[in-house]
């Protein structure tokens, strides 16, 4: 009854987020525009994701950030920053994450972040592994008003999870968990999931992980498939599970026959202003704009994002960076 009560609460958020004139007049020229693809969208992006920022405090082996492969400057993203890209797209906005590389926790003013959102009646998401020693961080989460957070525990065991994060403290992040479950109370929010990583090293957890959501008592177990692709990784090398049915969509030949519709509904911008099209430009190579140098609501439909959708409407594989897209079908990288 309390994980029914926990999904009233989320979407109860969601629809709050999204239930004005305003908002629901925009999401619906937005998607008129995906469906017409006009490559001049007459909306605002009603699905914002931010990179508070690309730093980390662990070593995950699969991360460009943790296995120190990032190309791009290490950074956050100011407050003032953050506000300034928000109040231009508030009419619209209805969804923030609050992630993309990087340890969110990490940025000094992410709990004024998701104060300001939720100020601004936006829905928001945030991911975290959880491995902080200052309590204080639950306290936090639990009053900054944030609907959702991600647990990225990516194991269930001390062993995968040494071996993958190059850390010790998975005790101390299933304490975390418990405690953060416990100060929660009757509040339901946020609404919290507990993410595992589905890769070879760990194909043989899954069921110890099942038990884990039920011990710690989470709202929802997210088992995601692995992504290698942008380490170039091929399956013999071990990373994928041997299982194939636990691979993405993208390794095992398929693919996504609609145009994607991210860059009609969504945007990304890094800690540093840099505009991409969505998180699969992990090192920001496709860049559309800078905030910095302009305004967000002038980068959505300027030249280089009009282009994006061109090649996209026409061909969804003409575009450089999709071509080897792994989160084209989004709900296939993860199983029940």
């Known amino acids: 009854m309390k994980k029914i009560k926990a999904v009233f609460v989320k979407y109860m958020s969601l629809f709050i987020a999204g239930f ?109 592994n959880a491995n902080f020693s200052d309590r ?39 304490d975390n968990v418990s405690l953060l479950i416990k ?11 507990l993410q595992f990583l589905l890769m070879g090293s760990t194909e043989q957890e899954i069921d110890e992980f099942k038990k884990l959501i039920k011990d710690l008592g989470v709202d929802k177990g997210l088992i995601k498939k692995v992504r290698v692709d942008y380490f170039a990784e091929k399956p013999e090398y071990g990373l994928l599970p041997e299982n194939k049915k636990f691979h993405r969509d993208i390794y095992r030949g398929k693919g996504k026959k609609n145009p994607c ?35 967000i609501t002038r980068i959505w439909n300027d030249k280089e994002y009009m282009n994006l959708r061109h090649k996209i409407a026409s061909k969804s594989n003409s575009a450089e960076l999709c071509r080897q897209c792994s989160l084209k079908n989004f709900s296939s990288n993860f199983i029940k």
Not at 143 to 172: H, M, N, P
């Open 20 to 128: 004005s004139i305003r908002k629901i007049t925009n999401f619906c020229k937005v998607m008129l525009s995906y469906f017409l693809r006009k490559t001049k969208v007459s909306g605002l992006p009603f699905l914002l994701q931010i990179e508070p920022t690309n730093r980390c405090d662990l070593r995950c082996s699969l991360c460009l950030t943790g296995a120190g492969k990032l190309k791009r400057s290490r950074g956050d993203m100011s407050f003032k920053q953050f506000k300034n890209i928000v109040s231009q797209l508030q009419a619209g906005l209805i969804y923030i994450v609050l992630y993309n590389l990087g340890e969110p926790l990490l940025n000094p003013d992410i709990y004024q972040m998701i104060k300001y959102a939720k100020k601004k009646r936006i829905f928001t998401r945030l991911s975290t």
């Open 136 to 174: 204080a961080h639950i306290k936090s989460i639990l009053t900054s008003g944030l609907d959702e957070l991600v647990i990225s525990l990516d194991c269930a065991s001390e062993e995968t999870y040494r071996a993958y994060k190059k850390s010790t403290d998975f005790c101390r992040v299933l």
């Open 183 to 193: 100060e929660r109370g009757q509040r339901l929010k946020p609404f919290i999931n």
């Open 261 to 295: 519709v991210r860059p009609w509904i969504s945007t990304l911008v890094l800690w540093d202003g840099v505009v991409v099209p969505c998180c699969f430009d992990m090192e920001g190579d496709f860049i559309l704009g800078n905030v910095k140098g302009g305004k």
